[in-house]
Nanobody, 118 residues
Framework: VQLQASGGGLVQPGGSLRLSCAGSGSIFSIGVMGWYRQAPGKQRELVADISTGGTTTYADSVKGRFTISRDNAENTVYLQMNRLKPDDTAVYYC?????????????WGQGTLVTVSS
């Protein structure tokens, strides 16, 4: 399983970015895909995730600003980020996880840097 994230960059406060994460393999129709982020000096945190059936979860800090979506046919998950704030600055990691024999197994992409600054 390999995840390739893209779409990060430098944006001004109030701007928008769209992150994409493409996965290899045919297993992505089963499991949860999502985005985590890690700011300097902080722990990695969940930003948003989406189940196979389309159920979404968002961190309180991004609700109403970020939208996660997935295309199971293309094994791709997207994160549309609007009204970005400096506090959104972080390395964003794509994640895929599923339950195998009762245990959660996680796969991670390489991370893409999002910098929100004027």
């Amino acid at each position: 399983v390999q995840l390739q994230a893209s779409g990060g960059g430098l944006v001004q406060p109030g701007g928008s970015l769209r992150l994409s994460c493409a996965g290899s393999g045919s297993i992505f129709s089963i499991g949860v895909m999502g985005w985590y982020r890690q700011a300097p000096g902080k722990q990695r945190e969940l930003v948003a995730d989406i189940s196979t059936g389309g159920t979404t979860t968002y961190a309180d800090s991004v609700k109403g600003r970020f939208t996660i979506s997935r295309d199971n046919a293309e094994n791709t998950v997207y994160l549309q980020m609007n009204r970005l704030k400096p506090d959104d600055t972080a390395v964003y990691y794509c994640n895929y996880n599923r339950i195998i024999r009762g245990n959660r197994v996680d796969y991670w992409g390489q991370g893409t840097l999002v910098t929100v600054s004027s």
